[in-house]
């Protein structure tokens, strides 16, 4: 649905997006975490075709970014959040989403029914006629994606949608998400949150002007360290350490009862392990994998 190829964007002398390539199915949350200056927000304007890209390809569905007579057809396509979210607060939550809806050029009865899908969908019905101001920032959020998606894209361009937000109403708007992704739209997710992309997205890319890495959440954090493996016994002494490192494995951590290695692939090297332990005499108590966070993954690879 979406896809990339070299996409490069050059304000003046400073390169802010640099041969980017990546492929987003159809219905798939794809997260794009990268922090401050990453050129996340930068690669999604170019993506919805609100600036032009300096070189390389880019297009949603069949349609190229940067031909002209496509640009048209793209605006309708998508969807965008954007970083300042714009919706008038003296307007209610339904005038709202219809002066968004007849920008769109949406008939009266298209209108009538996206409205009253979305309001619903956000328990916000019996407060249609509420001025958007009155709503908590979690709620006015929510109304900001409605608005996002009043004409239908099959695309949805989320720039930190929980940016600003207390946790409750981050929340409140990552369930949100969750639930369209039932509808089976295609969302780009900006985030520099960790734990949000983990928690919504299907697949991740790290973005640092250049990308650096892509996969699942869990592909990321396995790809980045190999797994991690604590075997606890009674009490680690030096004979444990040293006959699993003489086995070529690296001991990350040993202290108390707790021995903490890195392996590649346990469901071999979890027996080879296990039998040295026990062959220095010492008895294994409990084996479990320690997951690494994709915060540990991200902060590696942001900084290497
Ligand atoms: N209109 C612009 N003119 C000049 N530089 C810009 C402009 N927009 C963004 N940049 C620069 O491009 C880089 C990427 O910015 P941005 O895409 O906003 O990053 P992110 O959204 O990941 O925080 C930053 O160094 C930013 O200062
Ligand atoms: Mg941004």
């Known amino acids: 649905m979406i896809d990339t190829e070299n996409l490069t964007k050059d304000f003046g002398h400073l390169r802010a997006v640099d041969n980017v390539s990546l492929h987003v199915d159809e219905g798939e949350v794809f997260g794009f975490l990268g922090p401050n200056g990453a050129g996340k927000t930068t690669t999604v304007r170019m993506l919805a075709c609100l600036i032009s890209k300096t070189s390389g390809k880019a297009s949603i569905g069949n349609f190229e970014v940067g031909n002209g007579s496509d640009q048209e057809k793209i605006r309708g396509m998508v969807g965008l ?61 929510k109304l900001a994606i409605a608005r996002a998606l009043i004409h239908d894209p099959k695309v949805l361009f989320l720039d ?95 202290t108390g009862n707790t021995l903490l290695v890195n392996v590649n692939d346990p469901e071999k090297e979890n027996p080879i392990i296990l039998k040295a332990i026990e062959a220095v005499g010492a008895e294994v108590q409990f084996i479990t994998e320690v997951s690494t966070s994709l915060e540990d993954v991200y902060l590696k690879l942001v900084r290497g």
């Open 160 to 254: 930190e949608p929980t940016a600003n937000l207390d946790p409750e109403a981050s929340k409140t708007v990552r369930d949100f998400i969750l639930e369209l992704k039932k509808e089976k739209r295609t969302i780009f997710l900006n985030t520099h949150l960790l734990d949000e992309a983990e928690k919504i997205c299907d697949r991740v890319a790290i973005l640092k002007t250049k990308l650096i890495a892509e996969g699942s959440p869990q592909d990321l954090r396995r790809s980045a360290s190999g797994r991690r493996i604590k075997f606890q016994v009674r009490q680690v002494d030096d004979a444990i350490v040293l006959i699993v490192k003489k086995l070529g494995f690296q001991v990350i951590e040993s």
């Open 81 to 141: 959040l954007t970083e300042n979210v714009g919706l008038y607060d003296e307007l209610s939550a339904y005038d709202n989403l219809d002066f968004y809806g007849r920008f769109y050029k949406l008939s009266l009865q298209k209108r009538q029914e996206q409205i009253k899908y979305f309001l619903k969908l956000l328990g916000l019905w019996e407060k249609r006629f509420q001025p958007a101001g009155t709503f908590s920032k979690g709620m006015k959020q």
